[in-house]
């Protein structure tokens, strides 16, 4: 069994950072992209950022030079620095990782997702 367990959100004051941090486990051969997402209240959940197996980073426009997207491969762990918090970015946040896995006599891609964790921004 795979899993993604997400940490790092919080209340925080507008103009301040926070970090996310997410960790795959369990038998993964490899992982493809990585990203996050996040959903506000009564919205649709929408990407917030992307990040390649060789780095290649993608933003929203909204968070494009307040938000960092980086990985470790070596802990299978994707990683979100948000600066310049805006009350808008509060929503819960999601992880979300392809992940290569065992399967029937070949390896998989299996599209894993995170539990959320709440971030507040407040004005």
Sequence with gaps: QVQLVESGGALVQAGGSLRLSCAASGNIF???????????????????????????????????????????NAKNTVYLQMNSLKPEDTGVYY?????????????????????????????
């Design 95 to 123: 992880c979300n990782a392809y992940l290569i896995v065992p399967g029937m006599g070949m390896a998989e891609e299996f599209d894993s997702w995170g539990q959320g964790t709440q971030v507040t921004v407040s004005s």
């Design 30 to 72: 490899s992982i493809n992209a990585m990203g996050w997402y996040r959903q506000a209240p009564g919205k649709q959940r929408e990407l917030v950022a992307s990040i390649t197996s060789s780095g290649s980073a993608n933003y929203a426009d909204s968070v494009k030079g307040r938000f960092t997207i980086s990985r470790d």
